[in-house]
Structure formats: structure tokens, C-alpha cells
């Protein structure tokens, strides 16, 4: 299937700090025959306030963004966090029946990376290749309010010259949860280091992740930590190629480099 009509949703981590990974993200999108815009309007997905508690607060960003994809074929988010958001949608307007119908329809047609590539494009190689020692974390809204588990595996499982170590306790959070690793910090503090102990245990290179804010959170604290393993948005890699005869290599800022 190809030539599919696909709008992105940015995201705020991924405007503001991430902006290779929007690029990469596209750059696969269009290799696999899809035509990317990005609509205006986009506005932050209201997650912060919904997560804090403020579910009325949450309704006019909901609007704005509702409105801003109405017209979008397909919406496909970088973020498994901000995908589940668009799922929430419905919920909130159950008692108005003109926006409850709009959202249902934002909450069908929204997807997350990986989960797109895998189940509306039929695909699981998208011809990368990328030569390192690699292990998953799989992030909470991805995996228990999406309910996708295996679309990130099967991408990586066909990537040339990887090699995927599975995670010790991969199902266990990160401890960011975004407004939680600021409301408990030591809390939150506690579960990153956890995680941070099953990755070395992998003996892995590279750390990848579907989710920038479970990625910017256990990067940030292992740079804090001076821990050498590099951490990649699985775009990154599904973006990566080399030509036949050239090994790979990971370079300070995590990209894969020819030498």
C-alpha cells in the first residue's frame, strides 16, 4: 500500500528538541510512498494537564487539535504518549455529541510510528541497515493504552547488522510520566536508575525508544551518570543505511556514521 495521505503530529518534545528524529520520521515515511504534510495549528496535545489532573483544561487544546487534522487522511505521531493521547480523546466530550463524533473519528485514523509502518502499510523491512549491539525500551502509554507491542520488534528484527538484546524487565516504567518525575523526583529518580542498570546489563551499544520523553529522561540521566551507551528514537535507525562493504558506527550525538 502506498501513496497514502499522512499528516504528522510533531509533538512538543519533538519541535522543541528533537527535530533530526521529525526529519528522520518523514524521510521513512516518504521512502515507503507516503505523501507527508504537516497541518498548522498544532498546538500541545494537552497531555500534561490531563495527566495532572485537569481534565477540563484539556478540552480546548483537544478542540484546537481535533480541528487542526479534521481534514488528514492518516495521522501518524513519533510518540506513543502522544498518540494514546488522540485515543483520549472521546472521553472527553462523551457528553457533546458534536465533538465526541470528531474525536472518535481523529482517535481512528491516528497512529503511532512504528504501529502505522507495521499495520496500515504492511510493512516490516524498510531496507535499513544499521551495524551496533541494540536494546528496546518499550515506554507505558505505547504498550498498555495503545496496545502495541510487537510493530517496534519487527522493524528492528530486519534492520541489517543489528543485533537486538532483549531488556531485562522492558515492561516497567522509566519513571518519567511527565508531570510524576517532577511531583516525585526522588520517586522517579529511583525507577531511571533501575532502568538504567537492566540496560547495562544488555551489554547493548545503543539504547532505542519509540517515546522522546521516556528517551529524554533516561538519556539525560545517563549522560548525568557518564554512562557511554547512546540513545536513538527507532526512526533513527529505520532512517539509517550503509553501503555494502562499510561497517557503522555510533558518533557522540547518536547518529550512525559511515567509516
Known sequence: MNNLKVSLFTTCLGELFYVDMLKDVTEVLER??????V?????????????????????????QMITAFEHS?????????????FHEYPNFFSLDPEWHDKAVAMAKKTYEFTQFIVHVLGVEDVGA??????TLHTSC???????????????????????????????DCC?????????????????VDEK????????ADVLVGADASCLMNIGGRMRRMGKSVKVMHIAQILNSHQREGESGNVNESGKSTVL
Not at 32 to 37: E, Q, R, S
Not at 129 to 134: D, N, S
Request: with cysteine; proline share 6%; net charge negative.
Open 32 to 37: 515507503l510512498g507516503c505523501d507527508v504534510d
Open 39 to 63: 497541518p498548522e495549528g498544532q498546538v500541545c496535545c494537552g497531555q500534561p494537564a490531563y495527566n495532572s489532573g485537569y481534565a477540563e483544561d484539556s478540552k480546548a487544546p483537544a478542540k
Open 73 to 85: 487522511d492518516y495521522i501518524v505521531c513519533p510518540s506513543g504518549s502522544c498518540a494514546a493521547m
Open 129 to 134: 541497515e544499521f551495524h551496533a549491539k541494540v
Open 141 to 171: 502509554h505505547m504498550t498498555r493504552l495503545l496496545g502495541e507491542r510487537d510493530s517496534h520488534y519487527k522493524l528492528l528484527s530486519h534492520v541489517k547488522g543489528l543485533e537486538l538484546v532483549k531488556l531485562p524487565n522492558n515492561y
Open 175 to 191: 519513571g518519567f510520566g511527565g508531570t510524576f518525575s517532577v511531583k516525585m523526583a526522588p520517586i522517579s529518580e529511583q525507577m
Open 196 to 203: 538504567i542498570r537492566h540496560i547495562e546489563e544488555t551489554k
